[in-house]
């Protein structure tokens, strides 16, 4: 009876050390963006994705005005395409890059880093970057919490974060 006593002590302990060491949420869980066009091209985005938690973009959090951004939190955003494509009517090789974008006064950029696996902006060279494009931004009445991606059968990629949209076509 003792030994039994001793036994269920024992696994209640470890049931509570792994109840105490079960990782926790992260702020900025990792997210992924899917799709496959027409022309058999498949686009595959992974971020991670920041809530705004009453913050406004451009104020309190990124994108700020002339400023580099990994287009996400934590590990820069990595864009892959499985074929060479046209971004906006300009040529990208088939690959993986950092994708980033650059806010202005004229608009926004966005940039394709050959530098892939990367933490943030802070290790970002220009000297690395694959292609530079200018893309639309428009803003929504409708906010969105948390930062998120989608791509459209025909090769529109959009960013979407608050109010900010920030679209480029794939093709």
Same mark, same amino acid.
């Given at each position: 009876?003792?030994?039994? @006593?001793?036994?269920?002590?024992?696994?209640?302990?470890?049931?509570?050390?792994?109840?105490?060491?079960?990782?926790?949420?992260?702020?900025?869980?990792? +997210?992924?963006?899917?799709?496959? =066009?027409?022309?058999?091209?498949?686009?595959?985005?992974?971020?991670?994705?920041?809530?705004?938690?009453?913050?406004?973009?451009?104020?309190?959090?990124?994108?700020?005005?002339?400023?580099?951004?990994? +287009?996400? !939190?934590?590990?820069?955003?990595?864009?892959?395409?499985?074929?060479?494509?046209?971004?906006?009517?300009?040529?990208?090789?088939?690959?993986?890059?950092? =994708? @980033?974008?650059?806010?202005?006064?004229?608009?926004?950029?966005?940039?394709?880093?050959?530098?892939?696996?990367?933490?943030? !902006?802070?290790?970002?060279?220009?000297?690395?970057?694959?292609?530079?494009?200018?893309?639309?931004?428009?803003?929504?009445?409708?906010?969105?919490?948390?930062?998120?991606?989608?791509?459209?059968?025909?090769?529109?990629?959009?960013?979407?974060?608050?109010?900010?949209?920030?679209?480029?076509?794939?093709?």
């Amino acid at each position: 009876m003792k030994q039994l @006593f001793i036994l269920a002590f024992a696994l209640t302990g470890l049931v509570n050390i792994n109840a105490q060491t079960a990782p926790k949420p992260k702020p900025s869980p990792a +997210a992924e963006a899917t799709a496959v =066009l027409s022309n058999g091209t498949a686009i595959n985005i992974k971020y991670s994705q920041p809530s705004l938690k009453g913050r406004t973009p451009g104020k309190e959090v990124e994108p700020m005005m002339g400023k580099i951004w990994r +287009a996400g !939190a934590n590990d820069a955003t990595v864009f892959e395409i499985s074929k060479d494509v046209k971004v906006n009517g300009q040529s990208l090789p088939a690959g993986k890059y950092a =994708l @980033f974008t650059l806010q202005n006064e004229e608009g926004t950029t966005v940039i394709f880093n050959k530098t892939w696996k990367q933490w943030g !902006a802070f290790q970002y060279k220009q000297a690395d970057d694959a292609l530079r494009v200018k893309a639309k931004q428009t803003v929504s009445a409708e906010s969105s919490e948390k930062l998120e991606y989608s791509i459209a059968n025909n090769g529109l990629v959009t960013l979407k974060w608050g109010t900010i949209n920030i679209a480029f076509t794939v093709e």
